[in-house]
Structure formats: structure tokens, C-alpha cells
């Protein structure tokens, strides 16, 4: 079997070009903001379709820079899901703020917009001390967050939107690329995502000059006019010009691979109809996955993924512990219950190899495995 995510099979398809690409920046020597990391960021601002990409150095800092730009600090609220990876509420935390969590639609995996608008009544009739400011909608496993809704309840209430897309690069929503679906958004290049680099790198996407001004000061120290004269408190959050070289020839061949996605995906969901106990994730009208991860529903999941492990497919689950429930955020005072379709899908979700190198026959026989397992109890 193929590993869960095969880069390899994709670094020899563009290897020539990566040579070519590595070189040319050894030679140049330019290995911090070198010219491949604008030209990057022109690319990548016009796949998306907003007017200003900032790359830098991950996914984590680029949701850390947004809310540092958008002046998020202590005795701000900011709403999140608490089925994400930790860095979504982690970056709420460094800011000084309080991460808020609204639970689940299980069908999608992201937040309920329902569930958004009680929270934030619940904050402000709740506390003296909490003052709503934003929400981070996460796009988890590719798939976009209702942004319509989610969008329409943060402007009733004053609150900014930050897209966490570090999963969704490549997406889509009623027409509308994933990181341009709010006024801020943050994409994640770690290797295994979509579209991934050699290391760490992640960008910001937006329309608003203001905050791509702040957001380029930010990444480099909060420096103003000149590099030593610093007008604000940032980071060292600038993307290598190498991962910048990497990303360039990898964008190439980039919705190649997004369609290679949705037929891996298509291909998963008709295969697995045969098997009732799989609850197969839903493919929505007007969005479009890139499908960062193919994740089932299944019950007897943990024996599942042994079974499968035993007959050499990777699987993995994501996640198994829902962030309210993390020892990180404890003093938050969540208890087991208070996200309910949260902790149902932490304990039944399991992610299936996925990236667009899967043949036919290695989706045929995980989907056989799958069937093999409940077939057998
Ligand atoms: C990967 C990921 C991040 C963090 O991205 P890094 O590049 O690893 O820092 C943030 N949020 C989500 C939902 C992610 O999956």
C-alpha cells in the first residue's frame, strides 16, 4: 500500500523543475524575501481571487499575524470549533484572548452557524469581562464552512471573520475560492496539505490594503519605513525563499491535483455505499472539497483502524480529542457534554489515505478492507 500521503510520488513527477527551482536560489543567495516569494504571493493572490497574498513562515502564524493585525488582545471573545487542529484556538490564547467554542454540524464537521449567534448572546449576557470581537470558521478536511451564515451573524454583532483555511487551499464555495471567503483568511503549506511545501510556510489572504500593510509590518518585526525602525510589536514570520521556490513549481501542477482529488473522493463515496455501517462524508451542493482528508464515520472505530493497519493501510483520526476538552485550555471550565456532536464524531471519525496519487486499485482495496472488517464481525 501507498503511504496515507504519497509525496514522493509527486516529487518525481516535478523533480526536474524542483532541481531547477532549489538552484536557481542557491545562486541568487537571496534566502530570506528572494524574488520568488512575491512572485509567489502574486500567484497565489490571483488563484484565490483577493487582492493581497502575505506569505510566511506557517499556517499557526498566519492565523497569529491576522489577529495580532486585526488588534485582537485580553478580554476579547473569539468564537471557534473546538473539532480543529489545536493551533486554531492556540493562536486565540497567544493573542491574549479567550477562545470560545461553538459546536459542530456533525454532517460537515465545521461549525454550526446555528449554534453561533447563542454563544455569542450567551458571552455578552454572560459575563462583565468577555467582549465578543470574532469568529474563526475552520474549512476542516477541505471542505468550507458555511460562510454565507456564518458571514451574516458576525456582521449583526460587530465581529471580524477569520478563515482558517489551512486545510482548504483549492476549494471552493458558491463559486468563490476557499481563503477569500472572509475578510481575513489563513492557508497552511505544511507538507502533508494540499498544496504543501518543504518545511513550514502559510500565507494571509485579503482584500484590505490596511491590514495587508499591517500584516507585511508584522511578519518582520513590526518594522515601519525602515527595517530598524519597528512601529508595533510583530514576529519573524517570513516564509523561506526557498519554500517560496518549492511552492512555485508545485502551484504548477496544483489543479491537476485538486481534480485528481475529487475523483480519488468520488471513487471512495461510490465504493463505500456497499458498505451501511460507513456514514461517508457529504458532498455538498455549491461547495466543492479539496478534500485535504477523505474521513468516514464508522462505529468500532479503533478496531477498524487496527484491522486496517494489519493489512498494511494507513489511516489516522483526526481528531481524537476535541479542543475544549485539551488540558491547554482547562481553566476555560468546559466538561465532557457541553459539545455534544464534537465528542460523537472525535470517537467515530477515521481519515483514509488521501492525495491525488491513489490509483484506482489502492482505493478499491481500502474500500474492500473497510467492507472485509464489518463483514466479518
Ligand atoms: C495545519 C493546520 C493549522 C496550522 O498550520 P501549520 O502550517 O502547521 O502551522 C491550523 N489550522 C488547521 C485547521 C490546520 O489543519
Known sequence: MRPFVDLKAQQQRIRKELDRAICRVLDHGQYIMGPEVSLLEEKLASYVGVKHAVSCSSGTDALLMALMALGVGPGDAVFTTPFTFIATAEVIALAGATPVFVDIDPGTFNMDPNMLGPAIEAVRAGSSVLRPVGVIPVDLFGLPADYDAINATAKDNGLFVLEDAAQSFGAEYKGRKACSLAEVAAASFFPAKPLGCYGDGGAVFTDDDGLAEVLKSLRIHGHGDSLYDHVRIGVNGRMDTLQAAVLLCKLSIFPDEVEKRHAAAALYTQLLADCPQVLAPSTLESYSSVWAQYSIRVPERDALKKYLAAQGIPSAVYYPTPLHLQPAFSRRG????????????????????????????????????????????
Not at 465532557?336 to 477515521?350: F, H, N, Q, V, Y
Open 334 to 377: 468546559y466538561t465532557r457534554g457541553d459539545m455534544p456532536a464534537a465528542e460523537k464524531t472525535a470517537k467515530e471519525i477515521l481519515s483514509l489515505p488521501m492525495h491525488p496519487y491513489l490509483t484506482e486499485e489502492d482505493i478499491a482495496s481500502v474500500c474492500q478492507a473497510v467492507g472485509d472488517f464489518y463483514n466479518n464481525r
